[in-house]
């Protein structure tokens, strides 16, 4: 089993739509979280950590629930900018070294 | 903004050439990494670093090699380039606060070609 599931997608939505991604984690001692963005041919860049208690940058709101061992995305008012690949990622205790990568969750947003 | 640097940037080149792909970064980050990613697949890790003179094989076999000489340089070589090598590599790094992991950091990643 992979350490991080997320479905590939794609997600096609018009503008202005609100689109929630999951991704699940089988490793229960996993402790860091992380929501990354990619362009296609671009290198992944950090779109939010993901804490406990939930948090919300802007249009985005990650989650996680421990309990179900699953981490969610939802991005509001989708913008066409928004276009991009969202990778899942999770680093596990005792295991500083290494981060597990989602196979990524493509979106397209569309006029 | 992070401060991660890649060179080259592309990169085409013959068959059985020795090529060494740089990395550094000015974070002081302990923690250092490379992928492989194709285009549309995921992403790959095959070597990370978590201080000099450490270095560990990732979970995706390759025939490269790296060095961890100094803290803020982690390059990586393929000493005979194939076609199979044909592919993006991307450095990152990550720091340690408390009991867990920062984010990584990626760089712009080199796109390799072999002809």
């Known amino acids: 089993r992979k350490e991080v599931e997320q479905d590939p997608g794609p997600f096609n939505v018009p503008e202005g739509a609100t689109v929630a991604f999951n991704c699940t984690y089988s490793?229960?001692?996993?402790?860091?979280f992380f929501w990354y963005r990619q362009d296609c041919r671009k290198e992944p860049k950090l779109l939010m950590s993901?804490?406990?208690s939930g948090n919300e940058d802007g249009r985005f709101t990650a989650q996680l629930n421990r309990a179900s061992q699953y981490i969610s995305l939802l991005i509001r008012d989708s913008k066409l900018s928004d276009s991009a690949t969202y990778l899942c990622v999770v680093n596990r205790k005792g295991n500083f070294n290494k981060f597990y990568f989602g196979s990524g969750t493509k979106l397209n947003v569309k006029p | 903004e992070a401060d991660i640097y890649q060179t080259p940037r592309y990169l085409v080149i013959g068959t059985g050439k020795k090529i060494t792909l740089e990395c550094s970064q000015t974070?002081?980050?302990?923690?250092m990494y490379w992928y492989q990613q194709d285009p549309g697949m995921e992403l790959h890790l095959i070597h990370y670093?978590?201080?000099?003179?450490?270095?560990e094989k990732g979970d995706l076999s390759s025939e490269s090699t790296v060095s961890r000489i100094r803290t803020e340089h982690f390059p990586l070589t393929l000493e005979s380039a194939r076609p199979s090598h044909t592919s993006q590599y991307l450095c990152?790094?990550?720091?340690?606060?408390?009991?867990?992991?920062?984010?990584?950091?990626f760089g712009d990643g080199t796109r390799l070609s072999i002809l």
């Open positions: 974070m002081g980050h302990d923690k």
């Open positions: 990152a790094s990550s720091a340690e606060r408390g009991a867990g992991n920062q984010p990584q950091h």
């Open positions: 993901v804490y406990s």
């Open positions: 490793n229960s001692a996993s402790q860091s």
């Open positions: 670093s978590y201080g000099v003179n450490s270095t």
